[in-house]
């Protein structure tokens, strides 16, 4: 009797403890969405934040014209994402994304002709620096179709900046830095579908259905010049779409 009594409370307690873990454990294992979750995420697409080509520094003259097609520019963009889950439906999510580059100057090479087996002259190439960075913040609304499977609906707004800066090394050639320089001004709606292939992992898409970017371009050609500006307005419809890889914490 003693040894059935003992069998009894060891299993007794042993399913106390089980139930008592899958309490634990639920919320991670079987809720896909939470209040307070946080998700990060890579994103990829086609298309571009800020478009800000320098003019050379040895041209007469310049012309000048806002790029009119940002968002349709067939470039490959990257992102990261930031997600915070205000309510089990509500989220808010920040965008982000840095590039820099570098090319150093090097100077000309004289040849000794234009006959056939001279040596050629290679030109002098002007140093570039090249910063562009590009900032979102947006609000989503998750509407459940499965457990894991949600589409979203909501509305973005960011801020693109780039700048080019173009030197010379030859000052005869050369009449200083050049500067091209612009930002610009973006708001959407956005359409989108989440997968949770895992609790902690997912795939998604995103689309704007229509969007308008407001852009400002500037040069400054030569030092000693003032700055150059011209600025174009954009609307455009089913733009920019990116694939999502994320992770739920």
């Known amino acids: 009797m003693k040894k059935i009594l003992s069998i009894v409370a060891f299993l007794s307690f042993a399913f106390l403890s089980v139930q008592a873990q899958n309490v634990d454990i639920k919320p991670k294992e079987c809720s896909y969405l939470s209040q307070n979750d946080f998700m990060v995420s890579l994103n990829f697409g ?146 989108g579908l989440d997968y949770f292939f895992a609790p902690s992992f997912l795939v998604g898409i995103d689309v704007r259905p229509v969007s308008y970017n407001y852009s400002v371009h500037s040069i400054r050609p030569q030092v000693g010049l003032s700055l150059l500006s011209s600025d174009s307005h954009q609307i455009t419809a089913i733009s920019q779409p990116m694939l999502k890889i994320g992770y739920r914490f």
């Open 46 to 191: 086609v298309g571009s934040y800020i478009n800000q080509p320098a003019p050379l520094p040895n041209v007469g003259s310049y012309n000048l014209s806002a790029p009119m097609n940002a968002w349709f520019d067939k470039s490959p963009i990257f992102d990261l994402e930031a997600r915070w889950m205000m309510t089990d439906r509500w989220a808010m999510k920040l965008t982000g994304g840095l590039a820099y580059s570098y090319n150093p100057d090097y100077s000309e090479l004289t040849g000794t002709g234009y006959e056939e087996g001279d040596v050629p002259t290679y030109q002098a190439v002007p140093s570039s620096n090249n910063l562009q960075f590009a900032v979102g913040l947006g609000f989503d609304y998750y509407i459940p179709i499965r457990d894991n499977f949600f589409f979203r609906v909501g509305f973005e707004g960011g801020y693109a900046y780039g700048r080019v800066i173009v030197h010379g090394v030859d000052d005869e050639a050369y009449f200083g830095a050049s500067i091209g320089e612009a930002y610009a001004f973006r708001g959407a709606p956005v359409c």
